[in-house]
Structure formats: structure tokens, C-alpha cells
């Protein structure tokens, strides 16, 4: 079955660190997306990415940046760590406009 | 811009009660309608969807009907069990590929 992949399920890190989500998927999607989910934000949409080097920012791009090299993969990366980057990490991917998104399981990220 | 309302939580309910959560939107065009559910420690998993009006999806035994006309898509569920206990959000999607959520209702059923 075709899935979406997201590592580490958790993480601890310090202020200042450059940090790489990974994230997946081999439901062999054009588009893919990363979001935050915070209490009392809802998701939030990071950055996303409609093809191979296709990359574009979203509503809360700040401190983070996305790279797209082959369809199956869009690593997210925090620059330089900050607590206020303290959340869960969603990736997800579609086909298409109007299709639904799957979604991968999240990474807790904690940075003290 | 398109956006989605969905009624603020948190919703208690006891097992087998009825169960309603309210979800409208505003968008420019024809969007596709979606729930999804999210259990704790997970991610998002896909409900049911409806892609035109008046279209009904339907999935262990939600329900919900695209509404054009009131511009609404509510979730129903006849008879809540203890294991419906998660997060639901409302989302559409149009053409243009991004999908806007709702805020997320938290229900929790209690025996």
C-alpha cells in the first residue's frame, strides 16, 4: 500500500541547531506540503511544493526552508532552531487540486 | 479567499447520542468538501468527502451533505461510540491544489 513516511517521530534539540525533518511518501504525488499544528492555531501551512524543484511559501515560512529533488521527498529544515518552533510537524501529499491530502503521522519536535 | 468555519469545541456527548458539528465555507469557485479525523498521536486521516453539491459522503457512519446553497458541509453521526473520541476538521479544496482547514472540533465521547 502506498504510504506517507515521516522521521524522527520525535526529537529534542537546542536553540541554534539546524535541524531536517524528513519526510516521504510513495503515493507517487505531484504535491506535497508540511504544516504546523499548534493549540489554538489549528494547521498551519509551512511551505509546499507542486513538483521537482518546485518549492513556495506559505503562511508561516519564516525560519524554515523545503527542498524538492524527486517526487517522493520534501525535507523540511529549521535553520536555526528556535523555542518558538516547538510544535507537531504534519507532511502531507496529493494529486491534484480538488483531491484529498494523506497525511503522514507527524514528527513532535521539542527545542529547549 | 477561500476559507472554512467549523464550530468551536470542545463537544462532550454520551455514548449513542446524535452528533452534529457544524461546518461552513466560503470559497470562489466549485471546491471539493472533506472531513477528516484525527486520533491522538496520529495524523490526519480522511473521513468522508464530497466533491458537488449535494453530493453525500459517508463513512462508518458519518454523514455529510455538500450544501450549495447554504454553503455548509455539517457532520452527523446517528449513535457515538467511546472510539469516535478525536479531532475533526472540515477542509475543502479547489483547483489550485492547497486545502484550507478548519480549526478542529475536539470531541469526546463518554460511556
Known amino acids: 500500500d502506498a504510504e506517507i513516511t515521516q522521521s524522527p517521530r520525535h526529537k529534542i534539540t537546542e536553540t541554534g541547531r539546524q535541524v531536517t525533518l524528513a519526510c516521504h511518501q510513495t503515493?507517487?504525488?505531484?504535491?506535497m506540503f508540511w504544516y504546523r499544528q499548534d493549540l489554538g492555531h489549528g494547521l498551519r501551512l509551512i511551505h509546499y511544493s507542486y513538483g521537482v524543484q518546485d518549492t513556495n511559501k506559505g503562511e508561516v515560512s519564516d525560519g524554515y526552508s523545503v527542498s524538492r529533488s524527486n517526487t517522493e521527498d520534501l525535507p523540511l529544515t529549521l535553520e536555526s532552531a528556535a523555542s518558538s518552533q516547538t510544535s507537531v510537524y504534519f507532511c502531507a501529499s496529493s494529486a491534484m487540486g480538488r483531491q484529498p491530502q494523506h497525511f503522514g503521522d507527524g514528527t513532535r519536535l521539542s527545542i529547549l | 479567499g477561500d476559507s472554512v468555519t467549523q464550530m468551536e469545541g470542545p463537544v462532550t456527548l454520551s455514548e449513542e447520542a446524535f452528533l452534529t458539528i457544524n461546518c461552513t465555507y466560503t470559497?470562489?469557485?466549485?471546491?471539493?468538501l472533506f472531513w477528516y479525523v484525527q486520533y491522538p498521536g496520529e495524523g490526519l486521516q480522511l473521513l468522508l468527502k464530497?466533491?458537488?453539491?449535494?453530493d453525500k459522503g459517508s463513512n462508518k457512519g458519518f454523514e455529510a451533505t455538500y450544501r450549495k446553497e447554504t454553503t455548509s458541509f455539517h457532520l452527523e453521526k446517528g449513535s457515538v461510540q467511546v472510539s469516535d473520541s478525536a479531532v475533526y476538521f472540515c477542509a475543502l479544496s479547489e483547483a489550485s491544489n492547497d486545502m484550507r482547514f478548519g480549526a478542529g472540533t475536539r470531541l469526546t465521547v463518554k460511556p
Open positions: 503515493w507517487n504525488h505531484n504535491n
Open positions: 470559497a470562489t469557485g466549485y471546491p471539493s
Open positions: 464530497a466533491t458537488k453539491a449535494d
